[in-house]
């Protein structure tokens, strides 16, 4: 499966962003996906995921109740809600997918995964 992460941009610290990762090439309900991020001389970590319905989602604790994840595999596209957004949200955000299930151990990576290409968020103050 293919991914195309968008939706990133400049927001003020306390805004919304709804990144988007439309998938092609596969069934996108076969697929687990998971959202990472990686800030400036960060290491990659994990942000939230979902399951293939949809019926269960995972949160990084630096996130939850302010970020949510969501998906419409009608229209093959995965979905993350920022909200209350923060300058230490700022960081280049991709989505994966998984058939196996590992995203939702929140691993950051794995040599299964399929990587979108990446959207950068940038949270002012």
């Known amino acids: 499966v293919q991914l195309q992460a968008c939706g990133g941009g400049l927001v003020q610290a306390g805004g919304f962003l709804r990144l988007s990762c439309l998938a092609s090439?596969?069934?996108?309900?076969?697929?687990?996906m998971g959202w990472f991020r990686q800030a400036p001389g960060k290491e990659r970590e994990f942000v939230a995921a979902?399951?293939?319905?949809?019926?269960?989602?995972f949160y990084a604790d630096s996130v939850k109740g302010r970020f949510t994840v969501s998906r419409d595999n009608a229209k093959n596209t995965g979905y993350l809600q920022m909200g209350s957004l923060k300058p230490e949200d700022t960081a280049v955000y991709f989505c994966a997918a998984d058939r196996l299930g590992t995203v939702m151990t929140r691993a950051t990576n794995a040599p299964h995964y399929s990587w979108g290409q990446g959207t950068l968020v940038t949270v002012s103050s």
């Open positions: 090439g596969h069934t996108f309900s076969g697929y687990d």
């Open positions: 979902i399951t293939k319905t949809g019926s269960t989602t």
